[in-house]
């Protein structure tokens, strides 16, 4: 059988075979009649990863995908804000000051910024199921092993080791989910997960709200002290673990495996999701080649196991390789992309973790006070960045209106998921950005709780949809080989923000708090002007295959 005619074959990328957004539910009948011969199983043809999954469409694989990434998604959420909900428990047990609980808060960001650039640039090379898995089982034991730590040096070690699993997971999560989906629905995938984000929140505050306040389940044996605090952190680690597993029912990225040569496998997935989502056969399937696009020449370098080679050999070959995919960020023609993503990045998270990491204890000091968030200084649980005062007992309410606080996201996270693909992310970024740098600016300004209640749960709200939208435009606008070095990078980057958010806090909340919530408004300003210069998304296939 003859090859269909493949001069055509970059513009066709541009554009999807079958539009699923207009058209999410065409017959079978009218869907075959528009694909090429392959998907009629009347021939046999040769096409790209791109052009054979704007044709095979959503269906079950994709749905199941999403629902496992989402709740890995989840579980990293959960672990991210689970130091900024003990916080104000486990403030006496673990001796900590406000600046000592400004380090800790930063410990998860520390271990996510090595995390971030080391797994993200291993998922280029060794694969992104094998990194998502390990970075997750990582992410879990650490943060297990943490609830049973006595003193703070060790818990802080061990939040930096669970947060060098969360670093890995968060960037390769992004590529791998997008990796399987058609053109039209990446935007509402991306939204979806990021709305799992936002669940993650609820989840946390929610298992906050029901442990900590236990204080009858504490366990108290020989000086060794097992208190409601610890058990919300063990309970926090059954999200990950589980997602590690379930993440092992689905095969590697197709995307990757071509790219690293292994095309008879990665034909083998592209058969798997036909046969999932049609409940036909895959040899069906008549694709006799997958083609690489000509943005994808250059394959990433890739490492394969000799029994000659030595660890020390691999180890040496595995850094080469992830400084040289880091290099190529900073060269044509990806270098001004990833700068303008990076500068967007950082001053999100600066400003979205820095205030929400340290809202709980916010919180707790509004309830204490009666007053607005800058006005409780004089009675805060920590009276001094260096002193320790424990006359105050956490508030049951501070759970409640956490709780508030964080669910107020879900809304606009599921509007973001119908208006992502149609308007464009960087349009959805750059309004988003502005809406939160008014709103923050306002925090500053009220007088009682109930506005500082509903101007927090705003800002939450409006920043839900930035990060789906940052992640959808760091996904489009690098090919498959540098992918997620970029995502790796970009989050090691933006952990350093996000360090530098928490600090910025720990040292300013009990002296004058109106400096970082202003900083915070300024920065999101910024990162409403630079989304106007990011890559468009709207119609644009992935870069790669």
């Not at 092992?248 to 197709?254: G, K, N, V, Y």
């Not at 394969?304 to 880091?326: F, I, P, Q």
């Not at 649980?381 to 105050?392: D, K, P, V």
């Amino acid at each position: 059988m003859s090859s269909p005619d493949l001069t055509n074959k970059e513009d066709d990328l541009e554009r999807p075979l079958i539009d699923n957004e207009e058209h999410p539910g065409l017959s079978e009948r009218s869907h075959l009649a528009r694909l090429p011969p392959c998907f009629t199983s009347e021939t046999e043809c040769e096409c790209t990863i791109t052009e054979a999954l704007d044709n095979i469409g959503v269906g079950k694989f994709q749905y199941l995908l999403v629902l496992v990434i989402g709740w890995a998604n989840a579980s990293d959420s959960i672990e991210t804000l689970c130091t900024s909900f003990l916080l104000p428990s486990a403030q006496c047990e673990l001796n900590m000051s406000s600046t000592q609980k400004g380090a800790l808060n930063s410990a998860v960001f520390v271990g996510m910024m090595f995390g971030g650039y080391i797994w993200g640039s291993m998922a280029d090379i060794y694969g992104r199921r094998t990194c998502l898995v390990t970075s997750l089982a990582f992410n879990g034991l650490a943060a297990l092993g943490s609830s049973f730590i006595q003193s703070y040096n060790g818990f802080l070690t061990l939040r930096l080791l669970s947060g060098f699993g969360v670093g890995g997971s968060i960037p390769v999560l992004f590529t791998y989910l997008y990796e399987f989906q058609p053109t039209n629905f990446r935007g509402w995938m991306g939204s979806f997960i990021s709305t799992c984000w936002a669940a993650g929140n609820i989840l946390a505050a929610g298992l906050a709200w029901i442990i900590i306040p236990r204080t009858d389940l504490d366990i108290v044996v020989s000086g060794f002290k097992y208190t409601s605090w610890r058990m919300f952190v063990a309970a926090c680690t059954v999200p990950s673990l589980t997602g590690a597993l379930l993440i092992l029912f689905f095969p590697e990225s197709p995307r990757y495996l071509l790219n690293v040569g292994k095309e008879t496998e990665a034909l083998n997935v592209i058969r798997k999701v036909y046969s999932w989502n049609t409940k036909k056969p895959g040899s069906n399937l008549k694709i006799t080649r997958l083609l690489k696009s000509t943005d994808e020449k250059c394959n990433t370098p890739r490492l394969r196991s000799h029994s000659s080679s030595s660890l020390r050999h691999k180890m040496a070959l595995a850094v080469m390789t992830t400084l040289r995919l880091t290099a190529s960020l900073l060269r044509r023609p990806h270098v001004n992309k990833f700068l303008l993503i990076v500068a967007t990045s950082v001053c999100l998270s600066f400003s979205y973790y820095g205030l929400w990491m340290w809202l709980p204890e916010l919180i707790n000091r509004v309830e204490l006070s009666g007053g607005s968030v800058c006005a409780s200084n004089s009675i805060n649980t920590t009276h001094h960045s260096n002193t320790i005062n424990c006359s105050h007992p956490v508030q049951e309410q501070t759970f409640v209106n956490t709780f508030i606080t964080t669910s107020a996201s879900i809304p606009t996270s599921v509007i973001t998921m119908f208006i992502l693909d149609r308007l464009g992310a960087s349009i959805v970024l750059g309004v988003c950005c502005l809406g939160s740098s008014v709103s923050v600016f306002f925090i500053w300004l009220i007088q009682n709780k109930t506005e500082s209640i509903v101007l927090t749960s705003l800002f939450g709200a409006i920043m839900a949809p930035c990060f789906c939208a940052i992640n959808l435009v760091t996904t489009v606008a690098f090919p498959t080989n540098i992918r997620s070095t970029a995502f790796g990078v970009t989050s090691a980057l933006t952990r350093i923000s996000a360090i530098m958010g928490n600090l910025l806090f720990g040292l300013m909340v009990d002296v004058d708090c109106a400096v970082p919530i202003l900083t915070v408004a300024c920065l999101l300003l910024i990162a409403s002007l630079t989304t106007c210069c990011l890559p468009a998304t709207r119609g644009h296939a992935i870069q790669g295959h």
